[in-house]
């Protein structure tokens, strides 16, 4: 299934079913009275969130949600059924955006999790709502009130414990498929990952889930390479693992690369706890290890493990480290998700 992560949809609500004018016509009954009933009311278009889905794919071939408008009233008092509402199914995780693509108006996070994107229409008022002392025949009947159309964006952001950041090429990919049954693609030349992956890594019976996303290369911030767009998928990380490729010539120079990288996209990425990791070590001497090691953890101010995802070497050890870091780590805290559906309801 091929991954999509941002999507743009047309959504309309159901218009209202008109009211009815009637009156009342029985045997023997010689002032029957109106008895015109409302018209149903139009169907919602509704966002739900989904355990199991992991892209909007589907939203790339059908664009456009329209609900069913509300039926007519009938006499005897009778209302109209309410017109079926349009269910969009979407990943945990996923943001709905104004059209402007910047106002967030609902952000799904848990399964089960609901917003009203369009509200149907009220069904207008039949004959019989208007009756009075002083106007036992009123010939009233209101027409249904229109639904809502708008534009919105869908924008996925995984949810995952700990994601993996780097330049093309660091072994990123090498290390997913080391710790976790993901089988991302691998070969030796950049830009391998062209989506994020998803692994699930196991130690003893916990569990923890790991984002491995394109790599970044200086300038990636004002659109190079693949840009940032994909950095959006580890703002709800604990932690981020950074690998250096121990082939590079300049190690702390890589390093700052990415940081600086992720300190212009912003999000509070560069505030999120990090794990420094030298990776392929197996392609080097341990006098060249040692010494980029050293220069390494000058750079980044912080001890730095040596790995090599290739050959397993640390692997267990990094691993241990990740989990160690996303337990002390503050959760993602989904009363956010309640405070968007409220303020979304509200702007509505």
Known sequence: MKFLDEAKVYVRSGDGGNGAMSFRREKFIEFGGPDGGRGGRGGDVIAVCEDGLNTLIDYRYQQHFKADRGSPGAGSDKSGAKGKSVVLRVPVGTQVLEDDKETVVADLLRPGQEVVLAKGGDGGHGNAHYKSATNQAPRRADKGYPGVERWFWLRLKLIADAGLIGLPNAGKSTFLAA????????????????HPNLGVAMLGAREMVLADIPGLIEGASEGQGLGTRFLGHIERCRVLVHLVD?????????YRTVRREIAAYGAGLADKQEIAVLNKCDALTKEDAAKKKKKLEKAAGKPVLVISGLTGIGIQSLVKKIFERVAKATPMNEVEADADDEAFDERR
Do not use: M
């Open 179 to 194: 710790t976790t049954r993901a089988r991302p693609k691998i070969a030796a030349y950049p830009f391998t990952t062209l």
């Open 246 to 254: 121990g082939l590079e010539k300049d190690v702390a120079k890589a």
